[in-house]
């Protein structure tokens, strides 16, 4: 399990782990059948699934929270050779809150990456474009 | 000035140990510390930093290559964590003791038993007393500028004591967020090339390490401890010009939101940045607090701590560490002793928590500060709160 | 060998490194050990001692008996100072920091330092390649706290720690084999050697010094004190170290052993435990067995140098 | 070495207790510690040094003659160089009280 935070307005303070999330990002499709992955998850907050099945399986979800999926193991298989699928699930993210423009990851990855940077940005690219968002219907 | 970038705080210390152009890196992988090794053995093996990567067989012998390494002259860095520095304890002591300025990033970790790879201060407590310099830091940013300053301070004529720099494990070490880089002329300009009184070498033979009897053994340590009383101001003067040309002010006691308030809560390490939130956050209901954190260790700042407090009534104090069988927690104690003969002094209730990773949440620090203040009103009955254990 | 050659004392340096006014016991055969040796060692050298005997006599505060650059630290850390002294001496020249020249790095320790706690150590600096000699002066117990023994102790020994009495007859384990832990760790020079031989001793030193990457020599040092005996067959014990085959002084160079003496025929070990009260208590079986053991151990060491 | 460790102010001691005149020790008499004494019948004096090879303390020197002579500040009477000595030039004497 890891915690990210973003804030774009003050310092990030808060080092303690997140209890109530705004967002969930499920990398390993396995978990959804092990443990309660959204547990503490604000009520109006979004859950990024990597997954092969379309987005109608997951009615339980969608009637409480903003769902996004991705076939990212597919994509990273196909873009990187390898299932890894942690710049793919990024791509998913972005696409499903719009926390960042996807043009600032470039220069980052290239950094991360290097000469597998190309790849990467590809995989990301294809997953932002790929991914299915079913957004939660607001009351009323 | 170099681009704020979002980094591990462990792979930036290691790049911020290059920037200082280290000689002699010898170093034992221990969890949370082998990032920062990996790294640095990584920027060698690039040949992106001229140094030799020494890979030990042990932390007793990781510090103890130090201390030759720097006997000889060579800027010298090492990193480990919590079982790892108690086996370098004796080393600890020697390379005080033999006045050799080495600079050791602990990213800080419990102690067995039982195992725990995650992080608290029993290992940073354990050795309080070895005669190093100690400093906290409490986010990646602090981590960078003080590995930068901790090279300076050591290696000052006037100091030329070992630099411990203390940074929460996995809290800190593992945590990626943005950091400004110095660049290498800031660092360059900020850093003096080593110049060494006395090292081994051929042309000028000296013995280092004698034994001294009981009629020498006092004058010897008194020397090293009169080094040590003597360097605060040093590294005041570091501080300043560090803040000069970085624009990052560091201080051996630092506050936040302590302006008139009569309770304090008093931290140490990453978690003082998660108890800022929760002081906001009380500060708005109306409750009155402030936060002080300690960044110098040792030596310890007494003037500046006593300043700190002396309007206070209450100050609440967490450790993370238990001072087994003794009053709790070992900084809650020596805060005690520092302000036992003060005239006016506040009232001091001792807490312990974030044992072996164990995480304290916003909402955990506002339920320490107001039992805290309850505890201070009607009298602790124990020497100290234990936090957050299931009974 | 045996004997010494007429005008011995010209084939030595008189520079001595190791000076006079140390505080070593009447007779010691350690302390002459590491005079011998310093002379080798010359001006360039760097000094890394382990605690023990020889860093108790030379260098109380505020004196030392050391011409040479010479750090101590702790006990068992001595072989881990040196590889740290090696790599610095090492980058500080790459870098341009401090000239270029050729300094040595030596390390020194006693038994204890050496086969018992700092084994460790030695064992990493051995496997990382360090260019620098170790030497181990073994005087075979802890001398200085009081004649402890340790593993390098001999079979039989009476010491304070393994006592002979009625249910025991001294030191009941078998000497600790370092040459050939040494050897293990497959270095480019491994050698034994005793200051009863003086002239092999130095050549020894100096081979381990110029050797490029680790080097180990081993050197028997007779202590009067703890094997008691008389201060001034110190000398011709050591010898008899040798001739009986308890010692036997050889080399092993990239893999290769080589005797640097052979005796015609060994002389009988009871020759060389009956000078020594550390084993006066051993029966007639317990001086069979140390007998058996020592012949054993040479036809196999013989078996190796052909 | 000017102070002795007696008379060693903590101001005197240098960075880290180190020690900055090589071979300060020589200083240190080691001479008192003998009960016996070498006396020398140097008309038999090879000449060979082996008294100066083999002395523990190193306090062997030759003298204008070329002899061989422990030099009594510090030697500690150990016997070796009478052992050693294949012409038995030397021989150990009880130290006289003095």
Redesign the interface.
């Known amino acids: 399990m890891a915690y990210n935070r973003i804030n774009q307005h003050h310092p990030i303070r808060n080092r303690a782990g997140i209890t109530q999330p705004d967002v969930v990002v499920v990398l390993d499709p396995s978990l959804l059948a092990i443990g309660k992955v959204t547990s503490g998850l604000k009520d109006g907050g979004t859950v990024v699934i990597n997954t092969s099945k379309a987005i109608e399986a997951f009615p339980e979800l969608s009637e409480r929270w903003n769902v996004a999926i991705i076939d990212a193991t597919r994509i990273a298989r196909e873009e990187l050779g390898v299932p890894i699928v942690n710049t793919t699930m990024l791509g998913a993210l972005l696409k499903a809150t719009g926390a960042i423009d996807i043009s600032a990851m470039t220069e980052p990855l290239k950094g991360r990456f290097g000469r597998l940077a190309d790849k990467n940005i590809k995989a990301l690219k294809r997953a932002f474009e790929e991914t299915q968002v079913k957004e939660l219907k607001t009351v009323g | 000035m170099g681009k704020r970038?979002?980094v591990e705080v462990s792979i930036a210390l290691a790049d911020a140990v290059k920037l200082a152009d280290a000689?002699?890196i010898?170093a034992y992988p221990i969890t949370p510390q082998t990032h920062i090794v990996e790294h640095l053995a990584e920027l060698v093996a690039e040949g992106e930093l001229?140094?030799?990567y020494?890979?030990?067989?042990?932390e007793?012998?990781?510090l103890?290559?130090?201390?030759?390494?720097?006997?000889?002259?060579?800027r010298?860095f090492t990193a480990t964590a919590g079982q790892g520095l108690e086996l370098m304890h004796?080393?600890l002591y020697?390379a005080s003791?033999?006045?050799?300025p080495i600079i050791m990033a602990v990213a800080n970790r419990a102690l067995s038993s039982p195992l725990s790879v995650w992080g608290d201060h029993s290992d940073a407590m354990a050795v309080r007393d070895t005669g190093w310099i100690q400093i906290f830091t409490e986010n990646g940013q602090e981590v960078v500028d003080q590995i930068i300053c901790a090279f300076r301070i050591a290696e000052d004529p006037n100091v030329?004591l070992p630099v411990m720099v203390h940074l929460d494990g996995f809290?800190?070490s593992h945590?990626i967020?943005p950091i400004e880089m110095p660049t290498e002329e800031e660092v360059c300009d900020f850093l003096p090339?080593r110049r060494n009184?006395?090292t081994?070498?051929?042309s000028?033979?000296?013995?280092?390490?004698?034994?001294?009897?009981p009629?020498?053994y006092?004058?010897?340590k008194?020397?090293?401890e009169?080094a040590m009383m003597a360097v605060k101001p040093t590294i005041l003067d570091i501080w300043d010009d560090f803040a000069k040309k970085f624009g990052r002010e560091y201080k051996p006691v630092e506050c936040y939101k302590c302006d008139g308030a009569k309770n304090l809560l008093f931290t140490m390490g990453?978690?003082s940045?998660?108890a800022?939130?929760a002081v906001d956050k009380l500060r708005d209901a109306g409750v009155d607090i402030g936060l002080i954190r300690l960044r110098l260790w040792r030596p310890f700042p007494f003037e500046e701590f006593r300043a700190a407090v002396k309007n206070a009534e209450t100050l609440l104090v967490l450790d993370r560490c238990i001072s087994s069988g003794g009053p709790g927690g070992p900084v809650a104690s020596e805060l005690k002793a520092a302000l036992y003969n003060e005239e006016k002094k506040p009232k001091v209730v001792s807490f312990v928590g974030g044992l072996g990773g164990r995480?304290?949440?916003?909402a955990?620090f506002e339920k320490i500060i107001l039992d805290g203040l309850e505890l201070a009103a009607k009298g602790q009955e124990r020497e100290y709160e234990i936090v957050g254990v299931r009974e | 060998m045996q004997n010494l050659g007429v005008y011995a004392s010209r084939l030595v340096t008189k520079e001595e490194n190791f000076v006079p006014g140390h505080r070593a016991c009447i007779g010691c055969g350690e302390a002459l050990a590491v005079r011998l040796a310093a002379k080798a060692f010359g001006k360039n050298t760097i000094v890394v001692n382990a605690t023990g005997c020889m860093e108790i006599v030379a260098s109380q505060l505020p004196y030392t008996s050391w011409k040479l650059p010479w750090i101590h630290t702790l006990f068992e850390n001595s072989a881990a100072v040196a590889s740290g002294v090696e790599s610095a001496l090492k980058v500080q020249m790459r870098k341009g920091k401090i000239p270029q020249e050729d300094i040595k790095t030596v390390a020194i320790g006693g038994d204890g330092a050496t086969v018992d706690i700092g084994l460790q150590a030695i064992s990493g600096a051995f496997e990382r390649g360090h260019d620098f000699l170790y030497i181990c002066f073994d005087n075979e117990a802890y001398m200085n706290t009081g004649i402890q023994r340790s593993s390098a102790t001999p079979f039989g020994a009476s010491t304070t720690t393994s006592p002979a009495g009625r249910a025991k007859a001294g030191q009941m384990s078998w000497k600790k084999n370092m040459p050939e832990i040494a050897v293990a760790h497959n270095i480019p020079y491994v050698a034994t050697a005793c200051p009863s031989y003086p002239f092999d001793l130095i050549e020894k030193v100096k081979k381990g010094l110029a050797t490029k990457g680790p080097a180990y020599i081993h050197v028997l040092s007779v202590c009067p004190t703890g094997w008691r005996c008389d201060t001034e067959i110190s000398i011709m014990l050591g010898r008899l170290a040798t001739e009986t085959g308890v010692f036997p002084l050889y080399e092993v160079e990239n893999g290769k052993y080589k005797m640097s003496l052979v005796p015609e025929k060994l002389k009988p070990v009871k020759d060389y435990l009956k000078l020594q009260r550390r084993f006066r208590h051993l029966k007639p079986d317990a001086i069979e067995a140390i007998q058996s053991r020592v012949t054993e151990e040479y036809e196999k060491l013989l078996e190796k140098a052909v | 070495m000017a102070k002795s460790e007696f008379e060693l102010t903590w101001q005197d001691i240098e960075i880290g207790a180190a020690v900055t005149e090589p071979g300060s020790a020589a200083a240190y008499k080691t001479g008192d510690w003998k009960s016996q004494r070498p006396t020398y019948d140097f008309s038999r004096c090879l000449k060979c040094g082996i008294c100066y090879v083999f002395c523990p303390e190193g306090c062997v020197r030759q003298n204008q003659k070329g002899h061989f002579e422990a030099n009594p500040y510090y030697c500690k009477g150990c016997g070796i160089c009478a052992y050693e000595c294949p012409t038995r030039v030397i021989v150990m004497r009880e130290e006289e009280e003095k």
Not at chain 2, 204 to 213: I, L, R, S
């Open positions: 970038v979002g000689d002699v010898a001229d140094a030799e020494i890979p030990v067989e042990s007793h012998s990781a103890s290559a130090c201390l030759g390494s720097a006997a000889a002259g060579a010298t004796e080393v020697v003791g033999m006045r050799l030329l809290n800190l945590v967020e090339v009184p006395l081994l070498h051929p000028k033979p000296v013995a280092m390490g004698d034994f001294a009897p009629v020498v006092t004058e010897a008194w020397a090293q009169q990453s978690f940045e998660t800022m939130t995480d304290i949440t916003v955990g």
